[in-house]
């Protein structure tokens, strides 16, 4: 357990994507198993990451009604909810937001970025979830947001928008409503962009601090962050699950076939091969290499399979010897060695 700002966060927090029917409908029994299972195997309190987005509110529902089944103390658990999206009634055949993404939803979901608006997602958040209140919070992808801008002046507004909706965190947590605020995004330049203007207790950092991929850059704003005392969560440190033997990177479909993949795979297989020689799983690897990048404190793993979670937390104290990074460093298949 590590406390920066007064943030206490075990080393593995959960991701709750699946619990909102991420690609599968997962029945109730499931979604209970899994939330039961982070229980049985993780430090107190145990931390889930969840948002309004994830199946329009589903996540933060099915997240409540397990954690009331399970008869969890509030002070046992620890939710961070991303905020910006409301849930609304589905009136079309698949949800508006991210159509076939979400399986079997029963609502849609609309943005709501604004000062107004982050208060009503807070709100709505706090009735899915029942007894249970976030005490993490931030606003919802704005690099998305700030990336569908039409023009200029349209960027500067929604900008504006993002540190409005910051305001109202900030609110929050001055009337002792909330414990931290942070951000997350796929866009880490847009963290670094946003952390001029905000001071945030935690950053989370998705899809850009890998063993594959960790430009120097970032090395060099987390260790920024760790020095103002800023908790770094790192999140997707898979590639979207390629580097652990998946067909997807960064949510994008890739192939052997094509030339512009060959590279990637080329990496991949001899990544593969130095953890054959060293007998390291390359989960494994790419999660400690998540964890000993600058100034992370948790890394955030997510499953749809109960019987993965006692692995994924073991993961995160599995040790890997100084001469694997070493070797991995010699061929030139990472650039910063843990």
Known sequence: MDSSKGLQIPKVIFGTSSLGNLFTALDDDTKLEIVKQCFLHSDKPVVFDSAGKYGAGLALEALGNC?????????????????????TELKTAEPTFEPYVWKNLKNDAVQKISYDGILECFEQGNQLLGAYIPQMVSVHDPDEYLISASSAEDRLKRYQNILDAYKALF??????????????????????ELSA???????????SMTVYSHPKELLDFMTALSQKGVSIINSAVFN??????????????????????????????????????????PASACVQFGLLAPGVKSIALNTSN?????GNIAMANDYICDAFWQKLEEENLITFKP
């Open 306 to 310: 109960p019987k993965r979670v006692e």
């Open 240 to 281: 979207a699950g390629f580097l652990t033997g998946g067909d997807f990177y960064n949510y994008v479909p890739v192939s052997r076939d094509k030339p512009q993949y060959q590279e990637l795979f080329k990496w991949r297989d001899q990544f593969y091969k130095i953890c054959a020689n060293f007998d390291v799983k």
């Open 197 to 207: 203007d905000l001071d945030f207790d935690w950053v989370m950092i998705a899809n």
């Open 67 to 87: 954690l009331k089944k399970l008869n969890v103390k509030p002070e046992e658990v620890m939710i961070s909810n991303k905020l910006g999206w409301l849930r």
């Open 171 to 192: 609110d929050l947590k001055s009337q002792g409503k909330v414990k931290a605020i942070g951000i997350g995004a796929k866009d880490w330049k847009i963290i670094k």
